[in-house]
């Protein structure tokens, strides 16, 4: 177990503590390293475009989320961000003329927020951008495992999801 960083943690805490359950904590402490990794390099890209994390994951949230336009709270709730730092963010990101909100079709007291036409082509370029930096860091391991890393997740994630959205529906 102990043949890499995180494998030295687990075995110790296997040592110390064999009650825990050791497969949660390397669990979590293998997607919390993964995540430090990409995030490293997804910050240096994200850097030369003057953006933060949050601004990155608004702008690449509208750019998929298509017709019709998300509400605040359903951008809130897909970024598990509270409604008062998205404002901040969409506050930011419409001063940069990236984002514009605009009135809901279907509920005229309602808002949806849209990206303007250059937010449109600055998220396309900034996420295409990431995902190559990305790319070339992960680049290295076994295709095959990275085939199995994701559908490994996806079933684990699914659970989260699933357990998650019940419990915030009660």
């Known amino acids: 177990m102990e043949t890499d960083l995180v494998g030295g943690v687990v075995a110790w805490w296997a040592r110390h503590a064999p009650e825990l359950p050791a497969q949660t904590i390397e669990l979590t402490k293998r997607v919390a390293r993964m995540h430090a990794l990409t995030d490293r390099v997804t910050v240096a890209v994200l850097a030369r475009f003057g953006l933060s994390r949050a601004e990155y994951d608004v702008l690449g949230t509208l750019l998929t989320a298509g017709e019709p336009h998300l509400r605040p709270l359903e951008l809130s709730s897909r970024l598990l961000l509270t409604t008062g730092g998205l404002s901040n963010v969409l506050r930011s990101l419409e001063r940069r003329g990236l984002t514009a909100l605009t009135s809901d079709a279907t509920d005229g007291r ?13 998220a396309e370029r900034v996420v295409r951008e990431v995902v190559a930096a990305q790319h070339e860091l992960v680049g290295g391991a076994d295709p095959a495992d990275v085939h ?11 659970t989260l999801d699933r357990r998650t959205t019940a419990a915030t529906e009660v």
Do not use: D, N, S
Request: no cysteine; charged share 10%; hydrophobic share 60%.
């Open 110 to 122: 309602g808002r949806r927020i849209v990206l303007t036409p250059e937010g449109a082509v600055t």
């Open 148 to 158: 199995a890393a994701v559908a490994a997740l996806a079933a684990v994630l699914g």
